[in-house]
């Protein structure tokens, strides 16, 4: 029997190439995204369904998680994908984008994952493959803060889920993906401004710069990323967290061989 994977946010980016890329592999593929109605390219392969799904209306989620049951009998692997970027100083972010950051980044996962675990007790086990940054084990740039909390959160969410899931044979997996080309990640980041507070603007505009200037060499090939995917959706790699991209590597590897200290010093200095 065919496997099927259940993916969020396939609207775009990682989530659109994963969709395409499990399908053309001849697995079934639940693509579930906000705006549906928009959607043309998904549409065109017959082992994909689309489902309707904000991550953070709990309901929606339920409904999306019971239609793609019905449709496709099984789910094998569930990829928590969706997410967004709210950048800026923390002083001058809006109330509602705090916790829209936290609604989409963490709380979709939570919502999704628990949407899915009586289908997987009762399946004897499952897979979720959960969609992390290099921003979610390490700081990069100021203003990142909320982002950061974001998917800090999300690596303690399922690192803490682990002891309670591996018993029922559900696998949790980590993927930490460095800055990557053909998404709308940066285009829809949320920039928190306060025109009477001047005194972030230079370190903001030094961010805002580094976002606009990311030429594509300098991006990673999200292709890269949907093969990593694939080699944790079919039990070829087993690792719990897998972090992609050269320069993710690199920051990481400086982080865990010098004291914080040094290492908070070292990264501003990139913003000097
Ligand atoms: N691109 C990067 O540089 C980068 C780096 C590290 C990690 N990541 C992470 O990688 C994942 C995929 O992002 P991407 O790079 O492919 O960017 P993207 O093209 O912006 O894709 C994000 C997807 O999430 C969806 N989404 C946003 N809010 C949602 C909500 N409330 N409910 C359901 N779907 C929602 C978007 O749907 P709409 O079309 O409806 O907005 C879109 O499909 C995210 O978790 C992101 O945090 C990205």
Not at 81 to 101: C, F, K, P, R, S
Not at 204 to 232: G, H
């Amino acid at each position: 029997m065919n496997k099927t994977i259940f993916i969020t946010g396939a609207s775009s980016g990682l989530g659109k190439l994963t969709a395409i890329h499990f399908a053309k592999m001849g697995w079934n593929v639940a693509a579930t995204m906000r705006t549906p109605d928009k959607e043309t390219e998904l549409t065109k392969y017959s082992n994909i369904k689309i489902f309707k799904l904000d991550v953070t209306n709990v309901q929606q989620v339920r409904t999306a998680v019971e239609q793609a049951i019905a449709a496709f009998s099984r789910i094998d692997v569930v990829v928590n994908n969706a997410g967004m970027g709210t950048y800026g100083a923390l002083e001058l972010a809006d109330e509602e984008d705090i916790d829209w950051q936290f609604a989409v980044n963490v709380r979709g996962p939570i919502n999704v994952i628990r949407a899915f675990l009586p289908h997987y007790r009762a399946n004897g086990g499952g897979m979720f493959i959960n969609i992390s940054s290099m921003m979610g084990v390490t700081t990069a740039v100021p203003t990142g803060s909320l982002y950061n909390m974001s998917k800090f959160a999300l690596e303690g969410l399922i690192e803490g889920l682990y002891y309670e899931l591996k018993p029922l044979n559900i696998e949790l997996r980590l993927v930490e993906q460095d800055g990557s080309s053909g998404n709308n990640f940066v285009n829809n980041v949320i920039w928190n401004t306060n025109e009477d507070i001047k005194d972030y603007d230079a370190i903001t505009a030094k961010v805002k710069r580094m976002f606009e200037n990311m030429d594509s060499s300098r991006l990673e090939d999200p292709q890269n990323i949907v093969d990593e995917i694939e080699a944790l959706a079919t039990g070829a790699s087993q690792q719990f967290r897998t972090l992609v991209g050269q320069s993710s590597k690199n920051l990481v590897a400086l982080r865990n061989s010098v004291p914080i200290e040094e290492y908070l010093e070292k990264v501003m200095a990139n913003f000097k």
